[in-house]
């Protein structure tokens, strides 16, 4: 079992930035390191969708609207996770969530993650 509280969100205008947060606890026995995380985001009226993924080994991907303007990282030491945005759009308002899989080859998928965060919320103004 994995527990995530994600932090960080606000309200921001248009070219700022934030960094969200994602606090994981993890059972007993069990190692945040071999996880697989993720962000997805869900805006008003739309399917939620992934952001960006690092894997275990820190292997990053992100869907193209975000490439160059956030960066996803890990601290396993801390079992947390890191969402950098900058040059924020008022298109990028959304609740953010964040994710975690235990599951081999479940980053090359379009599986739901096995846990979910309850979410952050990001508004940007223009």
Known sequence: QVELVESGGGSVQAGGSLRLSC????ASGDR???YCMAWFRQAPGKERERVAT???VGMTSY????KGRFT??????KNTMYLQMNSLKPEDTAMYY?????????VRSTIAPQYWGQGTQ?????
């Open 63 to 66: 869907t193209d609207p975000v």
């Open 54 to 56: 690092i894997d275990s």
């Open 32 to 34: 945040y390191s071999a």
């Open 23 to 26: 606090a994981a606890s993890v």
């Open 72 to 77: 996803v990282a890990r601290d396993n030491a």
């Open 98 to 106: 964040c994710a975690a899989d235990g599951r081999p080859g479940w």
């Open 122 to 126: 990001v508004t940007v103004s223009s």
